[in-house]
């Protein structure tokens, strides 16, 4: 089969100025779900060379909800500017040396660009469905491909600039670097194209939005989360699918606390006699989805000074589950001394439902919600 030359694409519309007018949009998407992504990996992080913040007890919900609403935004950019672009594809290599250098580069960044963007938005839309069809670790991948596709997008951006900032000073309709084929109107103009494009990047952000926004829940078909659940929050994973059913109503069920040889081991009654206080905090997941309860139980700085821990200190908080990558989470300082952090024994004024993590949980501002561990079984002075 003989393949298409570049002369076969005669549409109006596959225009340097359609594509760079998407290309804008989507490099905007890119560098928020980028910056928004280096947030949540530096917030998961055991290490942290400057704190991550407490407050405001939103930042991480309204991060991980604009990291996901762009990138569903950039899926039909995306498509638009691949499909503007192909004909490029089969474009003869330049002759001279220094055209065929920068060809090879536009060439080589689109590769690298495109298959690392289809890379992310699959196996981020997978995430967020909690679905691994893969072994490899998806934070540890999905970071390292990051900067992978950023870098291919500026490299692409360097060796297009002259042509982008002139297609961009000039109307849209403008064919100054058009293609010599493409002469032959579209079934848009390119004007309808853009719009069409517009719209079709805010419809997939209205209808993934609303696992973030509340008022977005009814419309937003495709959101992850719907924000039913006990006291208005959503549950990720049950105490079936954690194994921790029996531990966690075992009557025999002790919080431990440990400091060195200082150990105390405290009942779940004990807990509750203990002064008690409710805060209104968010579990934000890097899926996308957020949701606000009102959370009461006892200050994780009250239960540190029982075993005399100073201030200033990170604890390793474990929970009963047998395995997975969170069955035990560090606890920063800054977040263990500050007072709206919470060892959870309540949610909107109910004892916590099993699968929110009875028979205690830990709930803390600004974190992500993998971190917000369920099932307490144990806070140590992490050495």
């Given at each position: 089969?003989?393949?298409?030359?570049e002369?076969?694409f005669t549409?109006r519309?596959?225009s340097?100025?359609?594509?760079?007018?998407?290309?804008?949009w989507?490099?905007?998407c890119?560098?928020?779900?980028?910056?928004?992504?280096?947030?949540?990996h530096?917030?998961?992080n055991a290490?942290?060379?400057l704190?991550?913040?407490a407050s405001?007890?939103?930042?991480?919900?309204v991060?991980?909800?604009?990291?996901?609403?762009?990138?569903s935004?950039?899926v039909?950019?995306?498509l638009?500017?691949?499909?503007?672009?192909?004909?490029?594809?089969?474009r003869r290599?330049?002759?001279?040396?220094r055209p065929?250098?920068?060809?090879?580069l536009?060439?080589?960044?689109?590769?690298?660009?495109v298959?690392?963007?289809?890379?992310?938005l699959a196996?981020?839309?997978?995430n967020a469905?909690?679905?691994y069809?893969?072994t490899?670790?998806f934070?540890?991948a999905?970071?390292?491909?990051?900067?992978l596709?950023v870098?291919a997008?500026?490299?692409?951006?360097?060796?297009?600039?002259p042509?982008?900032?002139?297609v961009?000073?000039?109307?849209?309709?403008?064919?100054?670097h058009?293609r010599?084929?493409?002469?032959e109107p579209?079934?848009?103009?390119r004007?309808g194209?853009l719009r069409?494009?517009w719209?079709?990047?805010i419809?997939?952000?209205?209808?993934?939005?609303?696992?973030?926004?509340?008022l977005?829940?009814?419309v937003s078909?495709?959101g992850?989360?719907?924000?039913?659940?006990?006291?208005g929050v959503?549950?990720?994973?049950s105490?079936?699918?954690a194994?921790?059913v029996a531990?966690?109503t075992?009557?025999?069920?002790?919080?431990?606390?440990?400091?060195?040889?200082r150990?105390?081991a405290?009942?779940?009654?004990?807990?509750?006699t203990?002064?008690q206080?409710?805060?209104?905090?968010p579990?934000?997941?890097?899926?996308?989805?957020?949701?606000?309860g009102?959370?009461?139980?006892?200050?994780?700085r009250?239960?540190?000074?029982?075993?005399?821990v100073?201030?200033g200190?990170?604890?390793?908080?474990?929970?009963?589950?047998g395995?997975?990558p969170?069955?035990?989470?560090?606890?920063?300082?800054?977040f263990a001394?500050?007072?709206r952090?919470l060892?959870?024994?309540?949610?909107?004024?109910e004892?916590?439902s099993?699968?929110?993590?009875?028979p205690?949980?830990?709930v803390a501002?600004?974190?992500?919600?993998v971190l917000?561990?369920k099932w307490v079984?144990?806070i140590?002075?992490?050495?």
């Open positions: 089969m003989k393949l298409p030359a002369s076969d549409s519309l596959r340097a100025a359609v594509t760079a007018r998407v290309g804008l989507l490099g905007m890119f560098l928020i779900c980028f910056v928004t992504g280096l947030i949540s530096y917030a998961q290490d942290h060379p704190p991550f913040p405001p007890v939103w930042g991480y919900r991060t991980q909800g604009l990291h996901v609403s762009t990138g935004a950039a039909p950019l995306l638009v500017k691949l499909w503007t672009v192909y004909p490029r594809l089969f290599p330049e002759r001279r040396l065929l250098l920068l060809d090879a536009e060439r080589g960044s689109i590769l690298v660009l298959a690392a963007a289809v890379f992310q196996t981020g839309l997978a469905a909690q679905w069809p893969w490899f670790s934070r540890s999905h970071y390292a491909v990051s900067w596709a870098g997008l500026l490299v692409h951006v360097a060796v297009k600039l042509v982008i900032r002139d961009l000073g000039v109307d849209v309709e403008a064919t100054d058009d010599p084929s493409a002469t579209g079934a848009l103009t004007r194209l069409a494009t719209v079709g990047s419809g997939a952000v209205v209808v993934t939005a609303g696992s973030t926004v509340p977005l829940r009814r078909v495709l992850v989360r719907s924000g039913s659940g006990p006291g959503p549950i990720n994973k105490a079936a699918a194994r921790v531990a966690a075992h009557p025999d069920y002790r919080l431990v606390l440990v400091n060195g040889r150990t105390k405290i009942t779940r009654a004990d807990l509750l203990l002064p206080h409710v805060e209104e905090l579990i934000a997941c890097v899926e996308g989805w957020s949701a606000s009102r959370w009461g139980g006892v200050r994780v009250d239960l540190l000074d029982l075993v005399g100073p201030a200190t990170d604890v390793l908080v474990t929970s009963l589950q395995t997975g969170y069955r035990t989470t560090v606890l920063h300082g800054n001394d500050d007072p952090t060892l959870a024994l309540s949610l909107d004024g004892p916590l099993l699968d929110h993590g009875f205690a949980r830990v501002p600004d974190r992500p919600g917000q561990t079984s144990r140590e002075v992490r050495t």
